[in-house]
């Protein structure tokens, strides 16, 4: 059984221009979470989403970011005019319906010149 | 606003110690993670603790939870260098609302 699988693993971006980062949770989980974080920092929550469904988004910020978890295939963190401090590692994260634990990507970084 | 805060946030030690990590929550908790970080890693969940008393083992590890006082430990015991990692505790602060909060780790470093 796969893990959780994000891409890209590495992601360069100069300001301005956009991030689309993909996650792919495991098997059978049809819960996603969106973590960021910072360098020397834990992970700060983003937003939870389920199939075609956003649930909780209160950790987005209000501009430039968006995510989706459409019926078919990954979920998609887009970041848009991307800015120096969206540099960062962001987290995808799933668990199954029954919720409990979260398994967590390898995460995609972030830079932005 | 749930808090979580972890200490220490560094702590170096010598194979062979035992040393404790703390992680206080701020408000009313069902479930309590730890979760461990090598550099530029990915999260790797350690233990998952549901009710008060709980007490779970693996290895050198041992977590605890004492949800009135809203405390939870994680033990280690006659450490080895292959645990210097950054361990993490994280709360999922009540059904239904499945987001956890991370504490801001404890970087933990093994001197042979």
């Known amino acids: 059984n796969a893990g959780v699988m994000q891409n890209p693993r590495h992601l360069v971006r100069r300001r301005g221009q956009e991030a689309r980062l993909r996650c792919s949770p495991m098997?059978?989980?049809?819960?996603v979470y969106w973590y960021r974080q910072l360098p020397e920092e834990g992970l700060k929550f983003m937003v939870y989403l389920q199939k075609e469904n956003i649930i909780d988004e209160s950790g987005m910020p209000k501009e430039r970011f968006s995510a989706e978890f459409p019926k078919e295939g990954p979920s998609i963190l887009r970041i848009q005019q991307v800015v120096r401090g969206d540099s960062a590692a962001y987290f995808c994260a799933s668990s199954p319906p029954t919720g409990d634990t979260q398994y967590f990507g390898p995460g995609t970084r972030l830079t932005v010149l | 606003e749930l808090k979580v805060e972890q200490n220490p946030l560094f702590l170096s030690m010598q194979e062979g110690k035992n040393y404790t990590i703390y992680c206080n929550y701020s408000t009313t908790s069902d479930r309590l993670y730890w979760y461990r970080q090598d550099p530029g890693k990915s999260l790797e969940s350690l233990f998952v603790?549901?009710?008060?008393?709980a007490v779970k083992q693996e290895g050198r590890l041992m977590a605890s939870l004492d949800t009135k006082a809203r405390l939870s430990t994680l033990h280690i015991t006659a450490a080895v260098h292959d645990l210097s990692a950054t361990y993490f505790c994280a709360v999922r602060s009540n059904f239904g609302n499945e987001k956890l909060t991370f504490g801001t780790g404890t970087r933990l470093t093994i001197i042979p």
């Open positions: 603790l549901l009710s008060n008393g």
């Open positions: 098997k059978g989980h049809s819960h």
